[in-house]
């Protein structure tokens, strides 16, 4: 698009390559290709207000810019000529035309405009042939058919023609998704080629034929799924076009054209209002159409997903894909090719690994690594470990360039799980990555706001192969138990970390701030910027720690290889390019950040002055640096970046002097923004500033965090006020369901940091108003309505309420400390501890499957079952033996553990049965409890209960043989009902035989009935919302929310004369019988309202009772539409006052989508 924006080029036809070449005032020329063949588009707008010669410049300059031979000029010109149309007189000069006309010949341009055709421009005015069509001689053969479509919609006729393509211009290969179906054939497919090749694939004993193998299977995968790919047209259709639609458009270009032919005056005057009026109707049947069908679709996608394409399109979270362009080399010059474009970008995100700058200490580990071997080997992937990797991949992920997606992956490993199996032993035998998994697809995306003439302005994109991602996986799971065993994982690095988080981050940062505080110290902050990080990292770092580490050779020998030989292509119109990539942790790899963490776990072990130290997440640095004085500061500053500096020389890193921060804290008057510390890094001073962004929150140095909550305000002004947000208003569950889900936590975020904060007056009230816009926008109520109303009406706490429960959670859950809150104590020791599954190494990770098949009255049979009544629990186990019941055996918990635990009890009942008797007998065991199996058929269950089941059943499992079955609950299986009357009967037992520690579900539990009394009491001393206390008198977390004129009802804020006589709209707040009139009177009292009252169901003298009975709603609506009409329109200030309805029209009209944005949403929904 021109930079005026009035020149455009769309492509929608995807397998269209594009080069954007130029873009100007008024110009705008991009490069557009299908296999072999390239066309040039060039498109221009010269507007009335410039003349021909200044904007013909412009256009000139363009085309000397071009270097192609086929070229195609079209735009608006402004101006008339015999050339492109018939000599007619209007309001422009002959001469104008002259530059414009010298241009043409002088670059010996085609037209291809006829004479004949129809005006490309007409009014009621007039009309005219100013658009016109130019193209390069050895384009204009190739000139198909030319013609102008008549509209109704725009002064300019759209100009259609073709363009022949070129003798034997080859198609781009597209493959399209495989559906579910198509899928499951094709993993059956390879589930027969594995069981024909299996014995080939199972003896792989070299990388070379590990590498024919991986690229036979790829080959073969490909073959099938281009048989089963479903051929989808790529031409677009309008849904909600029908033949009503054809019907008006008819008639009005009808019109139009008796219209424009009449030359009668008084005729001419009376068609050009029947014109309008059919062209206006054409016009409002088309929006009306759309927005009712995308309404249909927007309802359809966000049943089961509320945050589906609505809530995506509302918040623009669909990023638009990147178009190539021309980027500065090395000398300043902006490439022109495709190939020289994408060689700068790369270059400029790849860096190469140069061996020649080595020191001599990087040399000497170059050798180590290179020469190093030991005998340690780890034991063989498992069948349970494959299946808790694939578990850990989330759906719907773009595929590598073998084609083949995570789903198919899934259902191979489902049709057969020897086939992954065979395959991962394979790489571990040979000790090496396939040489085709090395190789991932690049795809760049632009950032957003930057100058994408800059190759740092791209994000690149690496797509693997799911196989090297799921070898990869399996890979990380090893070395991330191997530094968990060994403590060799910092506790200081957040990022990517098992129990850690940015919260974590934030509130250790904190705590050593606070730390420093009560020594009467000064402290400050310096954020480091890692220059590259990932990309840029030295892959012999990583060796070397592995090296450290003492890593079994076959896991070392894997990363080495994966290291080695790797390699990004961009594709790109059917060609592709190729580019080593030897430096930087693997892009778009499941053990890159893994790789990271352990170069950079290294900066731990710096000795650094006393009083500094260095926090991570991830590549996000924050060194802390505490003194006595400022000049201590500067000097332990100084010199702690030195070492910082020196270290990140080892690892071939850099820190960026620009954007490496210093914030002094300056709570109490410690430090001073007047006469900050001077800290030096690289010979170069800090910048100084009083706040930085760390972590996603804004620290300020006086630790108010008052800049974060107002950047925050800020941020959720601009999403609810947007125009977008119509596409999801219009679902009132769907909107509660956002805020909770997205609104309500990021406003939270960050807790870790300013949680502490929370028994401020201030911090209270500031979060209540940041909940006030939402909780209006999704109430629809009066905005003078009180928060404290909104909050019990959208059944939502108060925002601090809700801060402190989130605060609570994350001290007992993940930091393991108590807390009180009101009156509740909650200590973590209480609470169940989740399970490290890396503590145990991946090989021993245990999955028992169940069946569905129901008691055969045979052998051994158990049946479990927990039962909770009257608030206490029980658990039972019952054996049968050929049908005849032998024992029993049940057990009370105490009275916290929920039916889940009690489950678990009674299951680990049975086993500790089973490991009591003789071995020659098959036992199965039965239990209704669906999650319960899941659990145990799970490898990354984290419940310490489950896992201790599953080794007891392990035990069973090395001596004889059994099985897990499920059975529904209460349909007449005698054993079901046997165990479930015994565990009812347990739960009425005098003692507790055991006692389980509480879930952590139950935090949520009471720390929700504690908040709520909080709530409660704080909504019965509140002096704002008496009306809608008068109908809510209790707090819930249940909606009331109705539509906006039972609103009034509920609040009190409407049109009613007590609420326009406050806010000084009316002079006296009386009805016209004489009372006051408010709401209690229009429901109790009021004469003008005793036929529509008299319907409604309730006690007047229990206002509460009113809502109760969901059948006053429609006789409420119809009372307050009778109070509205009894008041005139109240003007204040010669503005109007709308109506809520009126409101929603005008944003209906502003927000209709236009058949373009309708075609684009169709077209992102079936990408």
């Not at 206002?1103 to 008041?1127: K, M, T, Y």
């Amino acid at each position: 698009m021109a930079t005026l924006g009035k020149a455009l080029i769309s492509i929608r036809n995807p397998d269209i390559n594009i080069l954007v070449r130029h873009e100007g005032e008024h110009v705008v020329a991009l490069e557009a290709m299908v296999g072999s063949d390239s066309i040039t588009l060039v498109c221009f707008y010269f507007p009335p207000s410039l003349t021909i010669l200044a904007c013909g410049r412009e256009l000139h300059r363009v085309l000397e810019l071009l270097s192609s031979d086929c070229v195609l000029v079209a735009g608006d010109a402004n101006v008339r000529s015999s050339l492109w149309g018939p000599d007619v007189i209007d309001h422009r000069p002959l001469d104008e035309r002259g530059p414009l006309v010298d241009l043409i010949l002088a670059r010996r341009l085609h037209v291809w405009n006829d004479p004949s055709s129809p005006p490309t421009f007409e009014t009621e005015r007039g009309r005219n042939w100013i658009d016109i069509t130019l193209s390069s001689p050895s384009l204009s053969n190739r000139k198909g058919d030319w013609q102008v479509h008549p509209t109704t919609l725009s002064d300019h006729n759209p100009i259609i023609f073709t363009i022949n393509g070129c003798v034997g211009t080859p198609l781009p290969p597209s493959f399209g998704r495989l559906s579910p179906r198509r899928i499951v054939k094709v993993a059956r497919e390879v589930a027969s080629f594995y069981q024909k090749f299996s014995p080939d694939i199972d003896g792989i004993s070299t990388k070379n034929q590990l590498d024919e193998w991986v690229d036979r299977i790829a080959q073969f995968i490909k073959t099938v799924s281009v048989f089963n790919v479903s051929s989808n047209s790529c031409r677009l259709r309008v849904p909600w076009w029908d033949s009503s639609l054809d019907i008006q458009r008819k008639k009005t270009r009808a019109l139009r054209a008796r219209f424009l032919r009449c030359r009668h005056p008084e005729e001419r005057a009376h068609r050009r209002i029947v014109f309008k009026r059919e062209a206006a109707r054409y016009k409002y049947m088309i929006k009306t159409k759309s927005r009712q069908c995308f309404n249909q679709l927007c309802d359809q996608l966000t049943r089961t997903n509320p945050f589906d394409l609505p809530y995506r399109l509302a918040t623009r979270k669909i990023p638009a894909g990147t178009i190539l362009r021309g980027v500065r080399d090395e000398s300043g010059f902006l490439t022109s090719t495709v190939s020289d474009t994408v060689r700068v970008i790369v270059n400029g995100l790849f860096p190469r690994d140069d061996s020649n700058s080595d020191t001599l200490d990087q040399k000497a580990i170059r050798c180590f690594v290179r020469d190093h071997e030991n005998h340690l080997l780890d034991p063989p992937f498992t069948i349970e470990e494959i299946q808790g990797a694939l578990h850990s991949f989330r759906p719907k992920k773009a595929p590598g360039l073998d084609g083949v997606s995570i789903e198919l992956v899934k259902e191979i490993y489902k049709c057969c799980p020897a086939f992954l199996h065979a395959l991962m032993n394979a790489c571990l035998w040979v000790k090496g990555f396939p040489t085709s998994w090395k190789v991932s697809k690049l795809i760049l995306l632009g950032k957003t706001g930057r100058d994408l003439t800059l190759p740092q302005s791209y994000l690149p994109i690496c797509l693997l192969s799911v196989f090297s991602k799921l070898l990869d996986k399996l890979l990380t799971h090893r070395l991330t138990h191997l530094f968990q065993s060994k403590g060799l994982l910092h506790e200081r690095q957040h990022g990517f970390r098992v129990g850690k988080s940015c919260e974590t981050a934030n509130h250790s940062l904190w705590e050593d701030i606070q730390e420093a505080l009560k020594r009467k110290g000064k402290v400050c902050l310096i954020s480091l910027d890692a220059q590259g990080g990932f990309d840029t990292v030295w892959q012999q770092s990583v060796l070397f720690r592995l090296i450290s580490a003492k890593c079994p050779f076959n896991l070392f020998s894997m990363v080495r290889d994966y290291f080695q030989g790797r390699s990004v292509q961009y594709h790109f119109n059917s060609r592709y390019w190729s580019f080593p990539d030897s430096r930087g942790v693997p892009q778009g790899s499941c053990s890159g950040p893994f790789f990271w963490n352990l170069v950079l776990d290294t900066i731990f072990a710096i000795d650094l002055p006393i009083g500094c130290s260095v926090q991570a997440f991830a590549d996000d640095l924050i060194l802390i640096v505490r003194g006595a004085t400022k000049e201590e500061i500067e000097l332990k500053g100084g010199e702690a970046l030195a070492r910082l500096v020196s270290w990140a020389g080892k690892h071939k890193l850099q820190f960026n002097t620009d954007k490496t921060l210093l914030m002094p804290v300056t709570f109490g008057g410690r430090l001073s923004l007047a006469d900050p510390p001077q800290v030096y890094m690289n010979g170069q001073v800090l910048q100084v500033q009083k706040g930085f962004r760390y972590l996603g929150v804004w620290w300020d140095g006086s630790l108010t965090f008052t800049d974060h909550f107002n950047r925050f305000r800020k941020r959720v002004d601009c999403c609810l006020t947007g125009s977008q947000w119509w596409l999801i208003d219009f679902l009132v569950g769907m909107l509660t369901c956002i805020y909770k889900g997205a609104i309500e936590p990021f406003i939270l975020y960050g807790y870790g940091a300013w949680g502490h904060r929370l028994h401020l007056q201030k911090i209270r009230s500031t979060l209540n108003s940041l909940q006030r816009r939402p909780l209006l926008q999704l109430t629809g109520a009066y905005r003078t309505v009180s928060t404290a109303a909104l909050q019990v009406i959208a059944g939502v706490l108060p925002l601090d309420l809700k801060a402190v429960e989130a605060l609570a959670k994350f001290r007992v859950k993940i930091l393991k400390r108590d807390i009180e809150v009101g009156a509740s104590e909650f200590r973590s020791s209480n609470y169940l501890s989740k399970v490290n599954v890396f503590a145990s190494h991946p090989s021993q990770w245990l999955a028992f499957p169940f069946s569905h098949t129901g008691p055969l009255g045979s052998d051994i049979e158990l049946f479990t079952d927990g039962s909770k009544m009257e608030g206490q629990v029980g658990c039972s186990a019952v054996v049968y033996y050929h049908g005849q019941q032998i024992h029993t055996e049940s057990q009370r918990l105490n009275d916290d553990a929920s039916v889940y635990q009690a489950e678990i009890a009674g299951l680990t009942l049975a086993v500790n049965f089973v490991q009591t008797i003789l071995h020659w007998d098959k036992v199965r065991i039965f239990t209704d409890s669906l999650s319960l199996l899941q659990a145990l058929e799970s490898v990354m269950t984290v419940d310490p209960a489950i896992w201790q089941l599953k080794a007891q059943l392990w035990e069973i499992a090395k001596n004889r043989t059994f099985s897990l079955h499920w059975v529904k609950a209460h349909v007449g299986t005698a054993g079901n009902e046997m165990a479930d009357l015994v565990a009812k009967n347990a739960t009425k037992s005098a003692h507790i035989d055991q006692v389980l520690l509480r879930p952590l579900a139950h935090i949520d539990s009471e720390l929700k009935g504690e908040l709520l009394c909080q709530w409660q009491a704080r909504w019965i001393l509140a002096t704002t919302g008496r009306i809608t206390a008068e109908f809510l008198p209790k707090v819930d977390l249940r909606p009331h929310i109705y539509n906006r004129r039972i609103l009034q009802i509920l609040t009190g804020h409407g049109r009613f004369p007590s609420y326009f006589c406050r806010f000084a709209l009316m002079d006296n707040d009386l009805c016209e019988c004489g009372e006051r009139g408010d709401v209690l009177h229009y429901l109790r009292t009021c004469p003008r309202t005793v036929d529509i009252r008299s319907k409604l169901s309730f006690d007047p003298l229990y206002p509460p009772s009113l809502f109760e009975n969901n059948a006053n709603l429609p006789i409420l609506d119809q009372l307050v539409i009778r109070v509205n009409g009894l008041l005139p329109n109240i003007l204040k200030k010669g503005n109007s006052w709308l109506s809520s309805y009126c409101q929603n029209t005008l944003s209906f009209w502003l927000a209709s989508w236009s058949l373009f944005e309708w075609s684009w949403c169709c077209q992102s929904l079936k990408k």
